[in-house]
């Protein structure tokens, strides 16, 4: 494949006579090298993840259990224990109707094509923006471990980033011309507007930032007609969420548990995670690419107004391109919906109160890396100003090969990492149990995946016992707060199950408890008139208490082994152990 000519990312060509076109011929050439470079050790990260991260982990767990209910009535009123609206669930549900809800293989095989229509939506973004090779963002996106692991599970993250970014092309499409838009142009904004926030909750931000990107560029042009259809389309994305409303109130009963006061140095640190994978020196190439390609419009903006009042010129009217010395109509867009969507992320989190994880953030970071794309390749049709795109496209590939270079191999070496090995201790399990034994696991959203790989005789219990074993049921262990003595079923069951001869396999750990110290449960949980919750520290004194009466009685206890197939680490957060615990005295 050859690179076509001209290398610049603009409609207008280099002329002979210009002194650069040299320059501008040899980057456009490294910048094809680069791209397809970086496109194969992207392709190849994603198909090394996907064929070694093994089974899935709770939230992916919970994922399959839902869209496995009997019809589509009952998975919408599941919805409440998941996190995503409806449009993934009804993919996945589909999918597995195809393949069987038991094909983990069908699975990383849907997120792994997902994952690579990530990367295609790249490449039309940049065709869209005039930007013939799309280094940066491929690198930015392509070459970053938490994006590709997160993203090709079997959550809606992946789908989530694929729309909101065509989303982002398909606005741009509808103010680059002056005209008004076509109805294929209109039609298209819209369904992927609605589509994108029927996948991921978080791109109702996004589609906010890309909204008033759009708007500035339309408004900027006296297009009032274009700037009326951005805000009809938003509106019909923000109306076609209403149905979860309900969905939410409900679940404000019971999200006080997972809240968190996240403030803006908590944000900061969780999205540092995703920035400085697989390198923590990763953040400041991130900062430096936001502060030199927003400090870079700030400077033609300062420059433009500072000649408007020196020398009282008039900007030109002209529709068809950017006025001299002005901000191209492109960067315009992007810079507007970067800073819109950066500040509008960060007040949604806050609001949100949850403690985050990386991959609340991943959709974020794929769409600042596809605005930096544009901020920095679509300088071009700036003719006046040569330094600018000269700094801006040699940095672009700089970036991009410099990524490439360094995160070759901790890329490769991170994609082998498992999400869980709760699938293997299910596996381990399974022979050995029979009926009447018990498997505790004191973490019960562990019991999520294990409740999809255990099949066997013996009966699942957590701590605090949950009777439905397939979901993230928050309410259930609200319930079980609010309960006097709420570990009496367990404690019993555990000493039925020893003194009959029967085996606890404890599948997770437990704390020593402190000796000559009994431990009482906390008074229940209650709700004063206000609607606060009030109560203690359930989680470590119910451990306690199992981990009492099996310190006081169990026989003997011995650990068991979990191979991991190749010997390949787990991510910590659901490595769990594995022992037997027999007899009773």
């Not at 805000?231 to 999200?255: E, H, Q």
């Not at 003194?499 to 704390?511: I, N, Q, W």
Request: net charge positive; proline share 7%.
């Amino acid at each position: 494949m050859k690179p076509l000519e001209p290398a610049l990312d603009s409609a207008r060509p280099v002329t002979a006579s210009d002194g650069k076109s040299t320059w501008w011929r040899w980057i456009g050439q490294l910048e094809w090298v680069a791209a397809m470079l970086i496109m194969i050790m992207a392709i190849a990260l994603h198909i090394r993840f996907v064929t070694h991260v093994g089974g899935t982990w709770r939230d992916e767990a919970n994922s399959v259990h839902l869209v496995t209910l009997p019809g589509f009535t009952e998975m919408f009123q599941f919805l409440d224990y998941d996190s995503f609206p409806i449009l993934f669930f009804a993919l996945l549900r589909g999918w597995l109707g195809i393949f069987g809800a038991d094909n983990d293989m069908a699975l990383r095989a849907l997120g792994c094509i997902t994952g690579l229509a990530v990367l295609g939506a790249l490449w039309l973004n940049a065709r869209a923006f005039r930007i013939r090779w799309p280094v940066l963002s491929l690198a930015l996106i392509g070459l970053n471990p938490m994006l590709i692991r997160y993203g090709d599970s079997a959550r809606a993250y992946g789908l989530g980033i694929f729309l909101i970014l065509l989303t982002f092309r398909s606005f741009w499409r509808l103010v680059d011309k002056p005209s008004t838009p076509d109805t294929r142009r209109v039609a298209a904004a819209a369904v992927l507007a609605v589509l994108s926030v029927q996948c991921l909750y978080y791109n109702s931000v996004l589609l906010l930032a890309i909204a008033a990107g759009a708007v500035a560029v339309a408004a900027r042009r006296r297009a009032w007609k274009t700037v009326g259809l951005v805000l009809g389309i938003g509106l019909l994305a923000a109306l076609s969420l209403l149905p979860y409303v309900p969905m939410m109130r409900r679940m404000s009963d019971w999200t006080f548990m997972v809240s968190y006061p996240a403030d803006l140095p908590w944000l900061w640190k969780r999205v540092s995670e995703v920035l400085g994978s697989p390198d923590p020196l990763g953040v400041w190439l991130w900062l430096s690419l936001l502060f030199l390609g927003v400090g870079a419009v700030a400077i033609v903006v300062g420059a433009g107004l500072w000649r408007r009042f020196v020398r009282r010129q008039a900007l030109s009217e002209t529709l068809d391109t950017d006025p001299p010395h002005s901000v191209p109509d492109a960067i315009l867009f992007a810079t507007g919906a970067l800073i819109v969507g950066i500040v509008g992320y960060a007040a949604f989190l806050r609001a949100l109160h949850y403690y985050t994880q990386p991959w609340y953030y991943i959709a974020l970071v794929a769409f600042a890396a596809c605005a930096l794309e544009v901020i920095f390749g679509a300088w071009l049709a700036l003719a006046k100003h040569r330094l600018l795109p000269v700094v801006l496209r040699s940095g672009r590939l700089f970036t991009g090969v410099a990524l490439l270079c360094f995160t070759l191999l901790p890329d490769w070496e991170e994609m082998p990492i498992r999400h869980t090995n709760v699938d293997l201790v299910a596996a381990r399990i399974r022979p050995l149990a029979s009926n009447g034994d018990v498997i505790l696991v004191p973490r019960w959203e562990c019991a999520i995946p294990l409740s999809r790989y255990y099949r066997g005789p013996a009966e699942i219990i957590t701590i605090p016992p949950i009777d439905d074993h397939r979901f993230h049921r928050y309410d259930l262990v609200l319930r079980q707060m609010a309960t006097p003595d709420p570990l009496q079923p367990v404690l019993a069951r555990l000493e039925e199950a020893l003194r009959s001869g029967h085996r606890v396999f404890l599948a997770g750990t437990l704390p020593l408890p402190v000796p000559d110290h009994p431990v009482t449960s906390p008074l229940p949980a209650y709700r004063d008139a206000s609607g606060k919750w009030h109560g203690g520290n359930y989680f470590t004194a119910w451990d306690l208490q199992v981990a009492q009466l099996l310190t006081a009685h169990a026989a003997r206890a011995g650990h068991l082994a979990v191979p991991v197939p190749g010997n390949a680490p787990v991510q910590e957060f659901e490595k769990l152990e594995l022992a037997v615990i027999e007899g009773w005295r």
